[in-house]
């Protein structure tokens, strides 16, 4: 019998932070893209909770987290991921990042040191000073004027329409339901991720890693030669595009629980 989802809420410096578990065990703590939430793991956290106390937080800003006012940095979301692992008495964990929650995990993983078990890193885009450089220059991915007739919900969904495939409207419902939850700032997380220093905390990260990339995310694949240069083990899935939690779920968390257990 599958374990039901339990929902939490944690006190955190910046407000209360929302977060979905499921299991028990070892921790593995699950963190999602921007502008997402827990859902991206609605498929997966049941698969690897058969196993572990699989946990998906969202981000502060996200999801049914705080909203600060304050800017976006990955620095203050992993400041309010650290308040969520203390808060949750996890002392030894495994990190899972897809995308934007990816270069959150690797800040984690460089100031916790030994007690992340190891890291699991999907999708997630390779910073260094040619990102950072072009910062300013990059191309809205999520942006939309907001119209009184309500046409910006539909060119906001055929912003993203294009990453999914028929038959998965359902993830994209979930998609719509995040971004509008912060259309304000939709683009806010896309900018911190291309200004953080990623770069300069992967090699203090002493956890085992492993970069992970679908097959159709041309986004994200020229990053995976980087992060082997700088030592990643790396894994390409057959299938699925920038959403492969939610596209290949089963795959997904097959080679969580693979990489957990090679430890």
Known sequence: MTDPLRRGYAPSRFGQ??????GTGEPVLMLH????????????????????????????????????????????????????IDELGLEEFHLVGHHTGGVIAVELAARHGKRVSSLFLS??????????????QRKAVDHVVPSPDGSHLLELWNLR???????????????????????????????????????????????????????????????????ADAGCETL??????????????EEFSRHILDWVAAG
């Not at 932070?17 to 499921?22: G, T």
């Not at 999708?123 to 300013?136: G, L, Q």
């Open 17 to 22: 932070l929302h977060y979905v578990e499921c």
């Open 33 to 84: 893209q921007t502008p997402r939430s827990w859902t991206e793991y609605l498929d997966v956290l049941p698969r690897v909770g058969a196993v572990h106390r699989a946990i998906a937080m969202d981000t502060l800003g996200f999801g049914a987290s705080a909203k600060p006012a304050e800017p976006h940095s990955i620095e203050r979301w992993a400041d309010a991921a650290d308040d969520l």
């Open 123 to 136: 999708a997630t885009p390779f910073i260094d000073d040619e990102k950072r450089r072009t910062v300013n």
């Open 236 to 249: 390409v899935i057959p299938g699925g595009h920038v959403p492969v939690p939610e596209q290949l779920p």
């Open 161 to 227: 329409r294009p990453f999914y495939k028929d038959g998965e409207e359902a993830a994209l419902n979930r998609f719509m339901v995040d971004a509008l939850t912060v259309l304000d700032r939709v683009e806010e997380g896309h900018v911190a991720v291309r200004g953080s220093m990623m770069d300069q905390r992967l090699p203090l990260v002493t956890a085992r890693t492993l970069a992970v990339c679908a097959s159709e995310d041309h986004f994200s694949m020229p990053g995976l030669e980087k992060f």
